[in-house]
C-alpha cells in the first residue's frame, strides 16, 4: 500500500554541504560543544607551553651545565632539572583538567545531539519513518553518534594544541638554528601538499563506511526479529550469505579507508624519520663549522619531535575527522529533514466538547503512487460510532490516518469540529484525538507503564480502576503479576488478543473525545473476544469513534457504516438499512454469516 | 587486520544468533544482540590497530636500553625505574576503568535497545502523542551514558598525563643522578648528554604503549561481551537421517513436556494423526498451543519425549532435512524486506508457476496481481506495506511452496478475512499435494474442517475426538466453543442497556 518513493530519503541535502560546513553546522546545532571551551582551550595552551620546557631546560643543562668550557655547573644542572620537574608538573596538572573538561563537553554535546536525532526521528512524518529501515534508523542515533566521539574528544582540541606546538617549536627552532628549520620544513610540505588530495577521497571512503555500517545493522535486526521463520524454513544458509555480504561490503569499506588512512599516516611516518635523519646529518656538519651547540643541536631534535608529533596527529586526526563527519553527516541527514506533517506551532486547540468530523474533497496518493482516496467528501456528527468496512487495500486504513493526521491530504482538507486540522496545536491533537493502531503495539515493560503511556501521570489505582471500568479486572487479576506483569518485547508475552486488551485501556484512560480504531483483524480466542467486545462497547461509548472494521459485527453495532470500494465511499447508512440494499454491504453480510455463525 | 577480525567475529556472532534456540533469543532483546554484533565487536578488536606499532616500539625499547646499560648500568637502573611505575599504573588504571567501560558498553546497548523499540513503535508514539515521553527516555539512558563516559575520561585524565610525564621525569631523574655521578669523577659529561638523549629516544614508545593499554579494558568488555554470545549453550544438536517422499507424513507425539525458565508449560502430551489427516488443537489462552506447535517442528525439543514423524524421532533428522517435510506458518508473521517472489521462496529456485500456484492456494493471488511490480514488488521492512492479512497469506503461501508433508498452522489465519480463510483451508485439502495438517484455531468454522480435534487445557490434553463428539462429552471444549455465541448475546445486552440509558438522557 504505501510504497515509500522517491522524495522520502534522509539524506536529501547533507550529502552536498563541503565537511568543514557540515562540523560547523553540526557544531551550531549543538552549542554543548562550545560550553567552557575558551577555558578548555587555556589549559590546552598551558600544557602545550609546558611541553616546551623541557627542550630548552636539557639544552640549557648541557651547553650552560655540563659542557661548559670551565668544566661542568653541577648547580645550574640542578636548578634546570627542577625547573622542568615543575613544568612537568604543571603539564600533568593542566592535562588533568583539560581531559576532564573535554570529556564532559563531548559527551554532554554527543548526547545532546543524540536525543535531538532521536525527536526528530520520531517528529518525522509515517511516510519518512517507513522509507528506511529500522536498524538504520537505529544507527543514527547509536553508531553515528559514537563515530564522532573520538574525533570530539581530541579534534579539535588537538587542533588547537597541535598549531600552538608548531608554532612554539618553530620559533624555538629558528632561534636555534634557521638552517635546520629550513630543512625540517621543506621535507614536510611534499606531505602537506599529498594530504590535500588524500583527504578528498577519505572524505568519500568515510561516507561509504557509514553507509555499510548503517546497511549491516539493519541486515542484523532482520536476522535478529526473524530468527523463528529462518528457523522454521531452515534457510539459515539464505540468512548467512547476507549477513555475510553486509559484513564483508562494511569490511570492504572500512580497509578502503583505512588503507588511504595508512597511506596518509604512513607517508607522515617516513618524513618524519627523513627529517630527524637530515637534522641529524646536517646538525653535525654545522657543528663542525661551529654554527650550533652541542646542546642546541639535542635540544633541537626535542624540538623536531615536538614539531612531528602534532604532523602525525594530524593526519591520524585526518583519518577520525572524516569518519566523524560521514557519521555527522547522517545524523543532520535526520536533524535536517523537515517534518512535512508538522506542528503548526501557535495552532489553535480544538473546541472542548464531543467532535464533529469533516472531509472536504480529500484526495491521497502516496509519494509517486496511484491515488488511494478519490474526493471523499462527507461529514460525521459527534457522538456517533462510525464503522468504516471494505475490501483490502480500498483506502480503508488511509482514512484513518488522514483523520488523525498521521499523514496529510494531496488535495482538499480534513476538518475536526471546524477547524483545519492542520491548523491544530499536536499538543491539542493527540490529547483529544487517539488511534488505536492495528497491531497494538506494546512496550518491553510491565502492563501499568504500557497503559500509562495513553496519560500521564495515571496512578495504579487509576489504571486497576480504567480495567474495571472496561470490564477487564477478572482478566487482569489472573495475570501472575497483575498491573506489574511483565508484556516481553513488542508485547509478545501476552497473546495477540490480550495486546489488544492492554492497547484499549491504553487509549481509554487517555480519554479522548474522537477515537480511530484500527481494527485488529486477528482472530482470538473467545474469553478474550467477550472481553474485548465488552471493552470495545465502554471504550466507544459516548464519543465520536471512527473503527475501521474488519469484522462486521463491529460494523452491525455501529450507528452508521462507511463502505469504501477502491477509495471511494459506495455506501453510507445505518447498518439495518444497507442490510436491505442490493449492495457490496449486504453481499459481504451474507458471507459472513455463512461464516462466522 | 582489525577489520578482517571485526568482519570474522561479526560473521560468528550473527551466525551463532541462527543457530541458538528460539528459547534463547526469547531471553535477548533485539537492541541488545544488534550491540553485541555491533559495537562490542568494534570495541574488542580496536586495539588491534595501534598493535603492529606498539611492537616495533617495542623493538626500540630493548635496543636503548641495551645502549644504555653498556653506557652506565646504574644510570640505566635509575632511568629504569619508570617501567614497574607504568606497569603499577596500567593495572590500577584497568581496574578504575573495566567496571566503568562495562557500564558503557551495557549503556550503549540499553540505548540502542530503546531507540530500536522505541522506532518500532513509531505508530503508538505517535498516536498518543508520546514523543516528548519517549525522548525523556531516551535521553535518560543516553546521559548516564553521558555521565558514565565523563567518569571513563576522569580516569583517563588521571592515567593519560601521567603517562606522559613519566620518561620526561625518568630524564630528569637521570639528569641529576648523571651530575653527582660526574661530580664524583664516575662519568664523563659527554656520556651523561648521550644517556640523556637516548632516555628522550624512549619518551614516544612508552606514550605508544600507553595508548595501546588504554584501550585494553574496554577491548576486555567487548571480547566478554562477544564471548558471551560464541558461547551461549543450547544449540541443537543433528542426526543424519532423512525423509524422502512426497506422500503426507504421519505425525506421532509421544509423552511431551515442556518448560520455559519458571513454569511448566506442556505436560506428557500424546496423540498421533495419520497421513493426510487434519488435527485442530482447540483450548484457551495460554494452554501450551504456540509451545505445543513449536515442539512439533523442532523449534523447541521437548525436555522429555518425543516427536516423530512417520516414525523418525525428529532429533535424529539431518540438519535442514525436518523443513524439507514440515512448514510451521507462526502467529506473528514476518516478512524480509524483499520482493514477494523472494519472500515466498526464500531464495529456493522454484518457478514462477509453483509461486503462482501457492499464492492462489494462500488466497494471496488476486492482491499480488494487482501490486505495481506483482512478484517483484518489494514488501518493505517486515512486509510494512502490506496489511496484516495480506502478509499472513504470504506467509502461507511460503509454507504450501515448499509442498510439505506436513503443516502445522499456529492460528496462521487470524488476520484473514473468515471467508477468505474458510477458501484457504478448502483450496489446502483440494489441492494435489495434500499434506498432513495440524492447526491451531479460534474460529468454529476453521475447526469444524479438522477431522480429529484435540482440546488442551492447561498444557494437558484434556479431551481428543470429532469435534460434534468432544461438544457433547467435553465441558470445557463445550464452553469454549460456545463462547462466541455468548459473546454475541452479552453484546446485543448491552446494546440494549446502552440503547435503554440514552433514552433516559
Same mark, same amino acid.
Given at each position: 500500500?504505501?510504497?515509500?518513493?522517491?522524495?522520502?530519503?534522509?539524506?536529501?541535502?547533507?550529502?552536498? &554541504?563541503?565537511?568543514?560546513?557540515?562540523?560547523?553546522?553540526?557544531?551550531?546545532?549543538?552549542?554543548?560543544?562550545?560550553?567552557?571551551?575558551?577555558?578548555?582551550?587555556?589549559?590546552?595552551?598551558?600544557?602545550?607551553?609546558?611541553?616546551?620546557?623541557?627542550?630548552?631546560?636539557?639544552?640549557?643543562?648541557?651547553?650552560?651545565?655540563?659542557?661548559?668550557?670551565?668544566?661542568?655547573?653541577?648547580?645550574?644542572?640542578?636548578?634546570?632539572?627542577?625547573?622542568?620537574?615543575?613544568?612537568?608538573?604543571?603539564?600533568?596538572?593542566?592535562?588533568?583538567?583539560?581531559?576532564?573538561?573535554?570529556?564532559?563537553?563531548?559527551?554532554?554535546?554527543?548526547?545532546?545531539?543524540?536525543?535531538?536525532?532521536?525527536?526528530?526521528?520520531?517528529?518525522?512524518?509515517?511516510?519518512?519513518?517507513?522509507?528506511?529501515?529500522?536498524?538504520?534508523?537505529?544507527?543514527?542515533?547509536?553508531?553515528?553518534?559514537?563515530?564522532?566521539?573520538?574525533?570530539?574528544?581530541?579534534?579539535?582540541?588537538?587542533?588547537?594544541?597541535?598549531?600552538?606546538?608548531?608554532?612554539?617549536?618553530?620559533?624555538?627552532?629558528?632561534?636555534?638554528?634557521?638552517?635546520?628549520?629550513?630543512?625540517?620544513?621543506?621535507?614536510?610540505?611534499?606531505?602537506?601538499?599529498?594530504?590535500?588530495?588524500?583527504?578528498?577521497?577519505?572524505?568519500?571512503?568515510?561516507?561509504?563506511?557509514?553507509?555499510?555500517?548503517?546497511?549491516?545493522?539493519?541486515?542484523?535486526?532482520?536476522?535478529?526479529?526473524?530468527?523463528?521463520?529462518?528457523?522454521?524454513?531452515?534457510?539459515?544458509?539464505?540468512?548467512?550469505?547476507?549477513?555475510?555480504?553486509?559484513?564483508?561490503?562494511?569490511?570492504?569499506?572500512?580497509?578502503?579507508?583505512?588503507?588511504?588512512?595508512?597511506?596518509?599516516?604512513?607517508?607522515?611516518?617516513?618524513?618524519?624519520?627523513?627529517?630527524?635523519?637530515?637534522?641529524?646529518?646536517?646538525?653535525?656538519?654545522?657543528?663542525?663549522?661551529?654554527?650550533?651547540?652541542?646542546?642546541?643541536?639535542?635540544?633541537?631534535?626535542?624540538?623536531?619531535?615536538?614539531?612531528?608529533?602534532?604532523?602525525?596527529?594530524?593526519?591520524?586526526?585526518?583519518?577520525?575527522?572524516?569518519?566523524?563527519?560521514?557519521?555527522? &553527516?547522517?545524523?543532520?541527514?535526520?536533524?535536517?529533514?523537515?517534518?512535512?506533517?508538522?506542528?503548526? !506551532?501557535?495552532?489553535?486547540?480544538?473546541?472542548?466538547?464531543?467532535?464533529?468530523?469533516?472531509?472536504?474533497?480529500?484526495?491521497?496518493?502516496?509519494?509517486?503512487?496511484?491515488?488511494?482516496?478519490?474526493?471523499?467528501?462527507?461529514?460525521?456528527?459527534?457522538?456517533?460510532?462510525?464503522?468504516?468496512?471494505?475490501?483490502?487495500?480500498?483506502?480503508?486504513?488511509?482514512?484513518?490516518?488522514?483523520?488523525?493526521?498521521?499523514?496529510?491530504?494531496?488535495?482538499?482538507?480534513?476538518?475536526?469540529?471546524?477547524?483545519?486540522?492542520?491548523?491544530?496545536?499536536?499538543?491539542?491533537?493527540?490529547?483529544?484525538?487517539?488511534?488505536?493502531?492495528?497491531?497494538?503495539?506494546?512496550?518491553?515493560?510491565?502492563?501499568?507503564?504500557?497503559?500509562?503511556?495513553?496519560?500521564?501521570?495515571?496512578?495504579?489505582?487509576?489504571?486497576?480502576?480504567?480495567?474495571?471500568?472496561?470490564?477487564?479486572?477478572?482478566?487482569?487479576?489472573?495475570?501472575?503479576?497483575?498491573?506489574?506483569?511483565?508484556? !516481553?518485547?513488542?508485547?509478545?508475552?501476552?497473546?495477540?488478543?490480550? &495486546?489488544?486488551?492492554?492497547?484499549?485501556?491504553?487509549?481509554?484512560?487517555?480519554?479522548?473525545?474522537?477515537?480511530?480504531?484500527?481494527?485488529?483483524?486477528?482472530?482470538?480466542?473467545?474469553?478474550?473476544?467477550?472481553?474485548?467486545?465488552?471493552?470495545?462497547?465502554?471504550?466507544?461509548?459516548?464519543?465520536?469513534?471512527?473503527?475501521?472494521?474488519?469484522?462486521?459485527?463491529?460494523?452491525?453495532?455501529?450507528?452508521?457504516?462507511?463502505?469504501?470500494?477502491?477509495?471511494?465511499?459506495?455506501?453510507?447508512?445505518?447498518?439495518?438499512?444497507?442490510?436491505?440494499?442490493?449492495?457490496?454491504?449486504?453481499?459481504?453480510?451474507?458471507?459472513?454469516?455463512?461464516?462466522?455463525? | 587486520?582489525?577489520?578482517?577480525?571485526?568482519?570474522?567475529?561479526?560473521?560468528?556472532?550473527?551466525?551463532?544468533?541462527?543457530?541458538?534456540?528460539?528459547?534463547?533469543?526469547?531471553?535477548?532483546?533485539?537492541?541488545?544482540?544488534?550491540?553485541?554484533?555491533?559495537?562490542?565487536?568494534?570495541?574488542?578488536?580496536?586495539?588491534?590497530?595501534?598493535?603492529?606499532?606498539?611492537?616495533?616500539?617495542?623493538?626500540?625499547?630493548?635496543?636503548?636500553?641495551?645502549?644504555?646499560?653498556?653506557?652506565?648500568?646504574?644510570?640505566?637502573?635509575?632511568?629504569?625505574?619508570? #617501567?614497574?611505575?607504568?606497569?603499577?599504573?596500567?593495572?590500577?588504571?584497568?581496574?578504575?576503568?573495566?567496571? =566503568?567501560?562495562?557500564?558503557?558498553?551495557?549503556?550503549?546497548?540499553?540505548?540502542?535497545?530503546?531507540?530500536?523499540?522505541?522506532?518500532?513503535?513509531?505508530?503508538?508514539?505517535?498516536?498518543?502523542?508520546?514523543?516528548?515521553?519517549?525522548?525523556?527516555?531516551?535521553?535518560?539512558?543516553?546521559?548516564?551514558?553521558?555521565?558514565?563516559?565523563?567518569?571513563?575520561?576522569?580516569?583517563?585524565?588521571?592515567?593519560?598525563?601521567?603517562?606522559?610525564?613519566?620518561?620526561?621525569?625518568?630524564?630528569?631523574?637521570?639528569?641529576?643522578?648523571?651530575?653527582?655521578? %660526574?661530580?664524583?669523577?664516575?662519568?664523563?659529561?659527554?656520556?651523561?648528554?648521550?644517556?640523556?638523549?637516548?632516555?628522550?629516544?624512549?619518551?614516544?614508545?612508552?606514550?605508544?604503549?600507553?595508548?595501546?593499554?588504554?584501550?585494553?579494558?574496554?577491548?576486555?568488555?567487548?571480547?566478554?561481551?562477544?564471548?558471551?554470545?560464541?558461547?551461549?549453550?543450547?544449540?541443537?544438536?543433528?542426526?543424519?537421517?532423512?525423509?524422502?517422499?512426497?506422500?503426507? @507424513?504421519?505425525?506421532?507425539?509421544?509423552?511431551?513436556?515442556?518448560?520455559?525458565?519458571?513454569?511448566?508449560?506442556?505436560?506428557?502430551?500424546?496423540?498421533?494423526?495419520?497421513?493426510?489427516?487434519?488435527?485442530?488443537?482447540?483450548?484457551?489462552?495460554?494452554?501450551?498451543?504456540?509451545?505445543?506447535?513449536?515442539?512439533?517442528?523442532?523449534? =523447541?525439543?521437548?525436555?522429555?519425549?518425543?516427536?516423530?514423524?512417520?516414525?523418525?524421532?525428529?532429533?535424529?533428522?539431518?540438519?535442514?532435512?525436518?523443513?524439507?517435510?514440515?512448514?510451521?506458518?507462526?502467529?506473528?508473521?514476518?516478512? #524480509?524486506?524483499?520482493?514477494?517472489?523472494?519472500?515466498?521462496?526464500?531464495?529456493?529456485?522454484?518457478?514462477?508457476?509453483?509461486?503462482?500456484?501457492?499464492?492462489?492456494?494462500?488466497?494471496?493471488?488476486?492482491?499480488?496481481?494487482?501490486?505495481?511490480? @506483482?512478484?517483484?514488488?518489494?514488501?518493505?521492512?517486515?512486509?510494512?506495506?502490506?496489511?496484516?492479512?495480506?502478509?499472513?497469506?504470504?506467509?502461507?503461501?511460503?509454507?504450501?511452496?515448499?509442498?510439505?508433508?506436513?503443516?502445522?498452522?499456529?492460528?496462521?489465519?487470524?488476520?484473514?478475512?473468515?471467508?477468505?480463510?474458510?477458501?484457504?483451508?478448502?483450496?489446502?485439502?483440494?489441492?494435489?499435494?495434500?499434506?498432513?495438517?495440524?492447526?491451531?484455531?479460534?474460529?468454529?468454522?476453521?475447526?469444524?474442517?479438522?477431522?480429529? %480435534?484435540?482440546?488442551?487445557?492447561?498444557?494437558?490434553?484434556?479431551?481428543?475426538?470429532?469435534?460434534?463428539?468432544?461438544?457433547?462429552?467435553?465441558?470445557?471444549?463445550?464452553?469454549?466453543?460456545?463462547?462466541?455465541?455468548?459473546?454475541?448475546?452479552?453484546?446485543?445486552?448491552?446494546?440494549?442497556?446502552?440503547?435503554?440509558?440514552?433514552?433516559? %438522557?
Amino acid at each position: 500500500m504505501s510504497a515509500p518513493a522517491a522524495g522520502t530519503t534522509l539524506d536529501g541535502r547533507g550529502t552536498e &554541504r563541503g565537511s568543514l560546513a557540515t562540523l560547523r553546522h553540526g557544531i551550531r546545532l549543538t552549542p554543548e560543544f562550545r560550553e567552557g571551551l575558551g577555558l578548555t582551550l587555556l589549559l590546552a595552551v598551558v600544557a602545550t607551553a609546558g611541553r616546551v620546557v623541557v627542550p630548552v631546560a636539557v639544552q640549557q643543562t648541557i651547553d650552560e651545565g655540563l659542557l661548559r668550557p670551565g668544566g661542568p655547573d653541577l648547580g645550574l644542572v640542578r636548578l634546570a632539572c627542577g625547573l622542568a620537574f615543575v613544568a612537568v608538573l604543571v603539564t600533568a596538572v593542566a592535562n588533568y583538567f583539560t581531559n576532564v573538561r573535554i570529556y564532559r563537553t563531548t559527551e554532554s554535546g554527543l548526547s545532546a545531539l543524540r536525543v535531538r536525532a532521536f525527536r526528530r526521528v520520531h517528529d518525522l512524518s509515517v511516510l519518512h519513518q517507513a522509507a528506511e529501515r529500522r536498524g538504520s534508523l537505529v544507527s543514527r542515533v547509536t553508531s553515528d553518534v559514537d563515530a564522532m566521539s573520538t574525533f570530539m574528544q581530541w579534534g579539535g582540541l588537538l587542533v588547537v594544541v597541535s598549531t600552538v606546538q608548531l608554532l612554539l617549536a618553530t620559533g624555538l627552532m629558528l632561534f636555534w638554528s634557521w638552517q635546520l628549520t629550513l630543512l625540517v620544513y621543506v621535507c614536510f610540505v611534499p606531505l602537506a601538499l599529498a594530504v590535500r588530495v588524500l583527504q578528498r577521497r577519505l572524505q568519500q571512503a568515510y561516507r561509504v563506511v557509514r553507509e555499510r555500517v548503517g546497511e549491516m545493522l539493519g541486515v542484523v535486526a532482520e536476522s535478529v526479529v526473524g530468527a523463528q521463520v529462518i528457523r522454521a524454513y531452515a534457510v539459515q544458509g539464505r540468512t548467512t550469505s547476507r549477513l555475510d555480504s553486509a559484513v564483508d561490503a562494511a569490511r570492504v569499506a572500512q580497509t578502503r579507508a583505512q588503507r588511504l588512512a595508512a597511506i596518509t599516516f604512513s607517508s607522515g611516518e617516513l618524513i618524519a624519520a627523513l627529517a630527524t635523519g637530515a637534522v641529524v646529518v646536517v646538525g653535525v656538519l654545522l657543528g663542525v663549522a661551529g654554527d650550533i651547540t652541542t646542546g642546541r643541536l639535542v635540544g633541537f631534535l626535542f624540538l623536531v619531535t615536538l614539531f612531528i608529533q602534532p604532523v602525525q596527529v594530524a593526519t591520524e586526526l585526518l583519518n577520525e575527522a572524516q569518519n566523524a563527519i560521514a557519521g555527522l &553527516r547522517r545524523v543532520l541527514g535526520v536533524l535536517d529533514t523537515p517534518s512535512d506533517v508538522a506542528d503548526p !506551532g501557535d495552532g489553535l486547540p480544538l473546541p472542548e466538547g464531543p467532535v464533529q468530523v469533516r472531509f472536504e474533497h480529500v484526495e491521497f496518493a502516496y509519494p509517486g503512487g496511484r491515488p488511494v482516496l478519490h474526493d471523499v467528501d462527507l461529514e460525521l456528527a459527534p457522538r456517533t460510532r462510525v464503522a468504516v468496512v471494505g475490501e483490502t487495500g480500498s483506502g480503508k486504513t488511509t482514512f484513518a490516518k488522514l483523520l488523525t493526521r498521521l499523514m496529510d491530504p494531496t488535495s482538499g482538507r480534513v476538518l475536526l469540529s471546524g477547524v483545519p486540522l492542520d491548523q491544530v496545536s499536536f499538543a491539542s491533537l493527540r490529547r483529544r484525538v487517539v488511534m488505536v493502531p492495528q497491531d497494538g503495539f506494546l512496550f518491553d515493560s510491565t502492563v501499568a507503564a504500557n497503559v500509562r503511556f495513553g496519560r500521564l501521570p495515571a496512578s495504579d489505582d487509576d489504571i486497576t480502576l480504567a480495567f474495571h471500568e472496561l470490564g477487564l479486572s477478572d482478566w487482569l487479576e489472573q495475570l501472575p503479576d497483575g498491573l506489574h506483569t511483565s508484556v !516481553g518485547e513488542r508485547g509478545e508475552s501476552l497473546s495477540v488478543g490480550e &495486546r489488544q486488551l492492554v492497547a484499549i485501556t491504553r487509549a481509554y484512560i487517555a480519554d479522548p473525545d474522537l477515537l480511530v480504531l484500527d481494527e485488529a483483524t486477528s482472530a482470538v480466542d473467545p474469553a478474550t473476544e467477550v472481553r474485548l467486545q465488552r471493552a470495545l462497547d465502554s471504550l466507544t461509548r459516548g464519543r465520536t469513534t471512527v473503527a475501521i472494521a474488519h469484522r462486521l459485527s463491529t460494523a452491525e453495532a455501529a450507528d452508521e457504516v462507511l463502505v469504501v470500494e477502491d477509495g471511494v465511499v459506495v455506501q453510507r447508512g445505518p447498518h439495518r438499512d444497507l442490510l436491505a440494499q442490493d449492495g457490496p454491504y449486504a453481499r459481504m453480510h451474507a458471507s459472513w454469516i455463512s461464516q462466522s455463525r | 587486520m582489525q577489520y578482517r577480525l571485526e568482519a570474522t567475529y561479526r560473521k560468528r556472532v550473527t551466525r551463532r544468533y541462527l543457530e541458538l534456540p528460539l528459547s534463547w533469543h526469547e531471553e535477548h532483546s533485539t537492541g541488545e544482540l544488534l550491540s553485541n554484533a555491533n559495537s562490542d565487536v568494534e570495541t574488542t578488536w580496536y586495539p588491534i590497530a595501534p598493535f603492529p606499532l606498539a611492537v616495533g616500539v617495542l623493538l626500540m625499547l630493548v635496543t636503548t636500553l641495551g645502549l644504555l646499560l653498556v653506557t652506565d648500568p646504574v644510570l640505566a637502573l635509575v632511568g629504569s625505574v619508570i #617501567f614497574p611505575a607504568i606497569a603499577i599504573l596500567t593495572v590500577l588504571y584497568s581496574r578504575r576503568m573495566s567496571p =566503568l567501560m562495562t557500564r558503557a558498553q551495557e549503556l550503549r546497548g540499553e540505548v540502542s535497545g530503546i531507540a530500536h523499540e522505541s522506532f518500532d513503535g513509531a505508530l503508538v508514539v505517535k498516536t498518543l502523542g508520546r514523543e516528548a515521553g519517549e525522548t525523556e527516555r531516551f535521553r535518560h539512558t543516553s546521559e548516564e551514558l553521558r555521565d558514565t563516559m565523563t567518569a571513563v575520561g576522569r580516569v583517563h585524565g588521571i592515567f593519560d598525563p601521567m603517562m606522559e610525564a613519566l620518561p620526561v621525569i625518568g630524564v630528569l631523574a637521570v639528569l641529576l643522578a648523571g651530575t653527582s655521578r %660526574v661530580g664524583s669523577g664516575n662519568l664523563e659529561a659527554g656520556e651523561l648528554v648521550r644517556v640523556a638523549y637516548l632516555f628522550t629516544l624512549l619518551a614516544f614508545p612508552v606514550r605508544a604503549i600507553g595508548w595501546v593499554l588504554n584501550e585494553i579494558p574496554s577491548s576486555v568488555v567487548g571480547w566478554d561481551r562477544v564471548q558471551r554470545v560464541l558461547t551461549a549453550t543450547g544449540a541443537q544438536e543433528y542426526g543424519d537421517r532423512t525423509l524422502p517422499g512426497q506422500a503426507p @507424513a504421519a505425525l506421532t507425539v509421544h509423552g511431551v513436556s515442556f518448560s520455559y525458565a519458571d513454569a511448566q508449560v506442556l505436560h506428557e502430551i500424546a496423540f498421533d494423526v495419520r497421513p493426510g489427516r487434519t488435527l485442530a488443537l482447540v483450548g484457551p489462552t495460554g494452554a501450551g498451543k504456540s509451545t505445543l506447535a513449536s515442539v512439533l517442528v523442532r523449534l =523447541l525439543d521437548p525436555a522429555t519425549g518425543r516427536v516423530a514423524y512417520d516414525d523418525v524421532d525428529v532429533r535424529a533428522l539431518a540438519p535442514g532435512a525436518l523443513a524439507g517435510v514440515a512448514s510451521l506458518v507462526p502467529q506473528s508473521t514476518f516478512l #524480509f524486506d524483499d520482493t514477494v517472489r523472494g519472500n515466498v521462496t526464500l531464495d529456493s529456485d522454484l518457478p514462477d508457476e509453483d509461486v503462482w500456484a501457492a499464492l492462489r492456494v494462500a488466497q494471496a493471488d488476486g492482491f499480488v496481481a494487482a501490486l505495481p511490480a @506483482a512478484l517483484d514488488t518489494r514488501v518493505g521492512e517486515r512486509g510494512t506495506t502490506l496489511s496484516g492479512g495480506q502478509r499472513q497469506r504470504l506467509a502461507l503461501a511460503r509454507a504450501v511452496v515448499r509442498r510439505p508433508r506436513l503443516l502445522v498452522l499456529d492460528d496462521a489465519t487470524s488476520s484473514v478475512d473468515p471467508q477468505v480463510e474458510q477458501r484457504i483451508l478448502a483450496g489446502l485439502r483440494r489441492s494435489e499435494h495434500t499434506s498432513t495438517v495440524v492447526v491451531v484455531a479460534y474460529r468454529r468454522a476453521t475447526i469444524a474442517l479438522a477431522d480429529e %480435534v484435540v482440546y488442551v487445557e492447561n498444557g494437558r490434553v484434556a479431551a481428543r475426538g470429532a469435534h460434534d463428539e468432544l461438544l457433547l462429552t467435553s465441558r470445557g471444549y463445550q464452553d469454549l466453543v460456545s463462547a462466541y455465541e455468548r459473546a454475541e448475546a452479552e453484546r446485543v445486552a448491552l446494546e440494549s442497556t446502552a440503547d435503554e440509558a440514552e433514552v433516559a %438522557v
